[in-house]
């Protein structure tokens, strides 16, 4: 697995952004596997732990509640965007930690699926915190990144045999 933030480095290295994290995880399972871990609710709720109240739906609201223990009291509330069969799932939500009042930043999520010789590459991308005032950009950007690190993981652990 390798950290990318800059949309250009693709080996082990990380680049830091103020706007974005992005993380690309090698995965030993086909893209049917992956893609299908990525947009049922069901199985993205196991790995990502949420407990979300239906499936997917393009321009509608996804609503749930994270079951990750320290984060059971956060809600889910995601806008899915975009989903291009086995290729690309992207869904925005309210940055609530921001610590704005009016007019919560939204941060993008795109999930980006590319068959390899070993399996499926996805790229995760989570984007807009340049969105986000300063200092809790920094302190949102370090958070999410290590959140993006156990993800990755979650996920390898569910695809993968």
């Not at 079951?67 to 799932?89: C, D, K, N, S």
């Not at 610590?99 to 699926?113: A, C, N, R, S």
């Amino acid at each position: 697995m390798s950290a990318r933030s800059d949309g250009q480095k693709r080996d082990n290295s990380e680049t830091r952004s103020t706007d974005r994290i992005e993380k690309v995880v090698e995965l030993k399972a086909p893209v049917a596997r992956v893609w299908r871990a990525v947009t049922d609710h069901v199985e993205f709720g196991t790995w990502f732990r949420v407990a979300l109240d239906g499936p997917f739906r393009v321009g509608e609201l996804s609503t749930g509640q994270i079951t990750y223990p320290g984060y059971e009291h956060v809600r889910w509330e995601a806008i899915v965007e975009r989903m291009e069969p086995q290729r690309l799932f992207v869904f925005s939500w309210p940055c609530h930690e921001a610590g704005v009042d009016d007019d919560v930043p939204k941060i993008q999520v795109t999930f980006e699926l590319e068959a390899t010789d070993g399996g499926t590459r996805l790229t995760i991308t989570e984007s807009g915190f340049d969105a986000v005032p300063n200092p809790k950009r920094l302190e949102l950007l370090r958070q999410n990144t290590e959140g993006w690190d156990i993800q990755a993981r979650h996920i390898a652990a569910h695809v993968e045999p």
